[in-house]
Structures are given as structure tokens and as C-alpha cells.
Antibody, heavy 123, light 110 residues
Framework: QVQLVQSGAELKKPGASVKVSCRAS????????IAWVRQAPGQGLEWMGW????????NYAQKLQDRVTMTTDTSTTTAYMELRSLRSDDTGVYFC????????????????WGQGTLVTVSS | QSVLTQPPSASGTPGQWVTISCSGS????????VNWYQQLPGTAPKLLIY???ERPSGVPDRFSGSKSGTSASLAISGLQSEDEAEYYC???????????FGGGTKLTVL
């Protein structure tokens, strides 16, 4: 069965960086992409971007592209999301999700999700 | 402010039929497919409907999706208490070159 297991909660100071991991199992890692979605406390879902595990192609949300980097390690079937220059409004739960992407068909959806990682930014 | 507009709340009694709307524009719903996610309290979102009206295996056929023009809808028939959750629509936006989510609709089963 497909599983995405994320790293544990993080507490960071403003200005620091955080790197969250997402270990995938139960499928051929390079066949799909990994997206990152975050959720501020009591708020809705916000797409951060995605990475193709096959080509390492990345596509970041415009508001985050200067501060975020997504990578994958195919040898360990793990995806990573690093967010730099953290601010208090970066506090929230960060989810990874397996992406089904077919741009010619206009299909792009998140089939399986990790359990989420709480990132708290506080001085 | 979300680019996809959903009502903030919806409600119904057990057994009722409920719909949740999702309004977008030509750059998102109008030219790409719509997906719906269900988020139970304290848990990760779950794919509920994909490519407008397809259900993943394991999702009851009480849930259905539709799309017309720049709007989409999620319908739930035979409402059950376990359906109480937050529901999000999502679509690719060609102008933003990324995925956009609706603001979410909190469904209450009375």
C-alpha cells in the first residue's frame, strides 16, 4: 500500500530554515511527483509547489519561490521541502502528497497524503 | 482570498442530500479539471473526487462531482454523521501556473 511518512514536528526561530522530509513506499517512486501543501492554524489549504521524482522538474508557488526548495532522493525514495527565512506566518502543518500529473489532459491531483508535519516559528 | 469560491459552511440532517459549490474562472475550472478533498478534523486531507467526477476506490458512491463551465459541485446523498468534515475544491490555474484551492466548506451534520 502507498504510504508517505513525514518527519517530526519542528520549532524554529524567525529567520531560520526548516527542512521537512517525506519518505514514500508502496509504489515506484520515480513514476509520480510529490507536492507540498501547507495549512496555517484554523485556515485552509495552500499549495506550495511540486517536484517530479522522475526529472526533478520543480514548480513553486509564486509567493514562495524565493524561499522554498524541493528535492528528491530516489535512492531512499524520499522527498524534501526546505523553507528559508522563516516568519511567524509560516507556522502551520506541512503535508506532502503524491501527485498524478498529466499536463496535456489538464489532470493534476493529489492521490495520497502524508500525515503532516507541524512547523512552529516563534522567538 | 482564494481564487476558487466556496460557501464557508453547509449543513444537513442524516439521510439528506447536500451540495457544495465551487466557483472559478476561465483560467482554472474553465480549462482544467476539478478535484475535491475531504479533511476530517485533525487529519490529513483525502482525495474524494478527481477529474471532475471520478471516485477513487473506497469512496462511497454517495459522493459525486460535476462541472459546468467555470463552476463545479460536490454532492453528497444519504448524509451520514461521519461526513462531517471540511471539503476543499482544487484546480490547476493556467495564469498562476499552479494549483489553487477553494477556501473550504465546513459541513455539519445536524
Amino acid at each position: 500500500q502507498v504510504q508517505l511518512v513525514q518527519s517530526g514536528a519542528e520549532l524554529k526561530k524567525p529567520g531560520a530554515s526548516v527542512k521537512v522530509s517525506c519518505r514514500a513506499s508502496g509504489y515506484t517512486f520515480a513514476t509520480y511527483g510529490i507536492a507540498w501543501v501547507r495549512q496555517a492554524p484554523g485556515q485552509g489549504l495552500e499549495w506550495m509547489g511540486w517536484i517530479s521524482a522522475y526529472s526533478a522538474y520543480t514548480n513553486y508557488a509564486q509567493k514562495l519561490q524565493d524561499r522554498v526548495t524541493m528535492t528528491t532522493d530516489t535512492s531512499t525514495t524520499t522527498a524534501y521541502m526546505e523553507l528559508r527565512s522563516l516568519r511567524s506566518d509560516d507556522t502551520g502543518v506541512y503535508f506532502c502528497a503524491r501527485v498524478f500529473n498529466s499536463p496535456t489532459s489538464g489532470w493534476h491531483y493529489f492521490e495520497y497524503w502524508g500525515q503532516g508535519t507541524l512547523v512552529t516559528v516563534s522567538s | 482570498q482564494s481564487v476558487l469560491t466556496q460557501p464557508p459552511s453547509a449543513s444537513g440532517t442524516p439521510g439528506q442530500w447536500v451540495t457544495i459549490s465551487c466557483s472559478g474562472s476561465s483560467s482554472n475550472i474553465g480549462s482544467n479539471t476539478v478535484n475535491w478533498y475531504q479533511q476530517l478534523p485533525g487529519t490529513a486531507p483525502k482525495l474524494l473526487i478527481y477529474i471532475n467526477d471520478e471516485r477513487p476506490s473506497g469512496v462511497p458512491d454517495r459522493f459525486s462531482g460535476s462541472k459546468s463551465g467555470t463552476s463545479a459541485s460536490l454532492a453528497i446523498s444519504g448524509l451520514q454523521s461521519e461526513d462531517e468534515a471540511e471539503y476543499y475544491c482544487a484546480a490547476w490555474d493556467d495564469s498562476l501556473n499552479g494549483v489553487i484551492f477553494g477556501g473550504g466548506t465546513k459541513l455539519t451534520v445536524l
